[in-house]
């Protein structure tokens, strides 16, 4: 037909998202999931993660399917569209289309420009495929979250003992994509992609809509978090928190462990120091190189107990260690950018483009049911389901 445009795939992310997401962590979550209704396709979601741990989302794509070309789409979109910032840490599971994607030098997510993790659910589950063993199972998962190479490699010998083929399968992975331990501080302690996961299912009755409406339900959606956040971060402003609720309940809980602690100085100038926890394990500290050898500090970005209580005996502000993505401000910062209301369709310019038209293979048949392509496992969260919160990682969505 004349004039006449097949749709392919679209991607879109609101200015809101992409003005705030500046003061976001420098971490994503992607996952992708069925549409349903007429048409076939997957919806492709990024999701960020602000300084109260709660999940920020920041972009969208409909798609025919998760190949490795529209995992590409989607991430170049994604870096030329939304944000240019460099050593961002994206989390996914282990889909070949995202694996490859990731690597890919010309997308600009391959390291240094970007950094690529691994769901510690979806890893694990991976390694159930292989070995079905729920013991080792567990112990995967503790040396994924292991905050420490000592405990790390604890983890490891075990599973050794136990299995000395699924010591090898682990460690032909690069330890960085899925350890805490090995990760250098790029994760800010995120281990799974339930941030994009437990997005997903509240999109899950929209997945049914027509694409203008689904584009439309995320506007609405998206507003409704921003209003709700923005006034949170306005009130506590107005009250001088400091830190957000998520780091003020960390701190204040670090405060109490701190002050059973036993410290040593050994050098005021470089701030060097030892101390010991009540269960008798001493750390080495680096006040100023904002260092401890519990690794806690680095990974989530706020001061760990034995950090605070250095400062503490030093009557140094333990505050100034907490990174600003935590703070009040910029939290507010992060949800204050405005969404406008939609003028009525009969106050719209004139539309004078070409008619979209799907594609033939996207047209669902009957009451034919969408095939999944991702990797399913017996730990991936059943949509519908109310999110709970995971015994290991104590997050939500599992």
Same mark, same amino acid.
């Given at each position: 037909?004349?004039?006449?445009?097949?749709? +392919? /795939?679209? !991607?879109?992310? !609101?200015?809101?998202?992409?003005?705030? $997401?500046?003061?976001?962590?420098?971490?994503?979550?992607?996952?992708?999931?069925?549409?349903?209704?007429?048409?076939?396709?997957?919806?492709?979601?990024?999701?960020?993660?602000?300084?109260?741990? +709660?999940?920020?989302?920041?972009?969208?794509?409909?798609?025919?399917?998760?190949?490795?070309?529209?995992?590409?789409?989607?991430?170049?979109?994604?870096?030329?569209?939304?944000?240019?910032?460099?050593?961002?840490?994206?989390?996914?599971?282990?889909?070949?289309?995202?694996?490859?994607?990731?690597?890919?030098?010309?997308?600009?997510?391959?390291?240094? *420009?970007?950094?690529?993790?691994?769901?510690?659910?979806?890893?694990? *589950? #991976?390694?159930?495929?292989?070995?079905?063993?729920?013991?080792?199972?567990?112990?995967?998962?503790?040396?994924?979250?292991?905050?420490?190479?000592?405990?790390?490699?604890?983890?490891?010998?075990?599973?050794?003992?136990?299995?000395?083929?699924?010591?090898?399968?682990?460690?032909?992975?690069?330890?960085?994509?899925?350890?805490?331990?090995?990760?250098?501080?790029?994760?800010?302690?995120?281990?799974?992609?339930?941030?994009?996961?437990?997005?997903?299912?509240?999109?899950?009755?929209?997945?049914?809509?027509?694409?203008?409406?689904?584009?439309?339900?995320?506007? $609405?959606?998206? #507003?409704?978090?921003?209003?709700?956040?923005?006034?949170?971060?306005? #009130?506590?402003?107005? *009250?001088?928190?400091?830190?957000? &609720?998520?780091?003020?309940?960390?701190?204040?809980?670090?405060? %109490?462990?701190?002050?059973?602690?036993?410290?040593?100085?050994?050098?005021?100038?470089?701030?060097?120091?030892?101390?010991?926890?009540?269960?008798?394990?001493?750390?080495?500290?680096?006040?100023?190189?904002?260092?401890?050898?519990?690794?806690?500090?680095?990974?989530?970005? $706020?001061?760990?107990? /034995?950090?605070?209580?250095?400062?503490?005996?030093?009557?140094?502000?333990?505050?100034?260690? %907490?990174?600003?993505?935590?703070?009040?401000?910029?939290?507010?910062?992060?949800?204050?950018?405005? !969404?406008?209301?939609? $003028? #009525?369709?009969?106050?719209?310019?004139?539309?004078?483009?070409?008619?979209?038209?799907?594609?033939?293979?996207?047209?669902?048949?009957? *009451?034919?049911? &969408?095939?999944?392509? +991702?990797?399913?496992?017996?730990?991936?969260?059943?949509?519908?389901?109310?999110?709970?919160?995971?015994?290991?990682?104590?997050?939500?969505?599992?």
């Amino acid at each position: 037909m004349p004039n006449t445009k097949i749709f +392919q /795939h679209v !991607f879109w992310s !609101f200015k809101p998202s992409i003005e705030g $997401f500046q003061h976001c962590r420098p971490v994503i979550s992607i996952n992708g999931t069925h549409l349903y209704g007429k048409y076939k396709g997957k919806l492709l979601i990024a999701m960020g993660c602000d300084g109260n741990n +709660q999940l920020f989302p920041l972009a969208f794509a409909i798609t025919e399917g998760e190949t490795t070309d529209s995992w590409g789409w989607f991430l170049a979109c994604i870096r030329n569209i939304v944000t240019q910032r460099m050593g961002i840490c994206v989390i996914s599971d282990h889909h070949p289309g995202i694996m490859a994607a990731m690597s890919d030098p010309h997308l600009g997510w391959a390291a240094p *420009s970007a950094y690529h993790r691994i769901c510690m659910r979806h890893f694990a *589950s #991976n390694f159930m495929t292989w070995f079905k063993d729920n013991i080792l199972k567990n112990l995967v998962c503790k040396a994924a979250l292991a905050s420490t190479e000592r405990k790390f490699n604890k983890h490891m010998n075990t599973i050794g003992r136990i299995n000395p083929e699924a010591l090898q399968w682990l460690e032909a992975i690069p330890l960085q994509l899925w350890a805490l331990s090995h990760d250098g501080g790029r994760r800010y302690g995120l281990m799974t992609t339930n941030i994009s996961e437990v997005f997903n299912s509240v999109l899950k009755g929209a997945r049914s809509l027509p694409v203008t409406a689904l584009v439309q339900l995320t506007f $609405f959606r998206l #507003n409704g978090y921003f209003v709700a956040r923005r006034e949170l971060g306005a #009130n506590r402003l107005a *009250s001088a928190e400091r830190f957000t &609720p998520y780091v003020d309940v960390q701190i204040q809980a670090r405060v %109490v462990k701190a002050g059973s602690m036993e410290i040593v100085l050994y050098d005021h100038v470089q701030g060097l120091f030892h101390v010991k926890s009540r269960r008798g394990r001493t750390h080495r500290l680096n006040l100023h190189g904002k260092k401890c050898t519990c690794g806690k500090t680095l990974i989530y970005g $706020f001061p760990c107990s /034995h950090m605070i209580a250095a400062c503490q005996h030093r009557c140094v502000d333990f505050r100034l260690f %907490v990174e600003g993505y935590y703070t009040t401000q910029t939290y507010y910062d992060t949800w204050a950018s405005l !969404f406008h209301p939609i $003028f #009525n369709e009969d106050e719209w310019p004139l539309y004078g483009g070409p008619t979209i038209a799907p594609l033939d293979s996207m047209q669902r048949m009957g *009451s034919e049911r &969408p095939r999944s392509t +991702q990797l399913h496992n017996e730990m991936d969260i059943r949509e519908g389901k109310t999110p709970i919160t995971c015994g290991l990682c104590k997050q939500l969505g599992e």
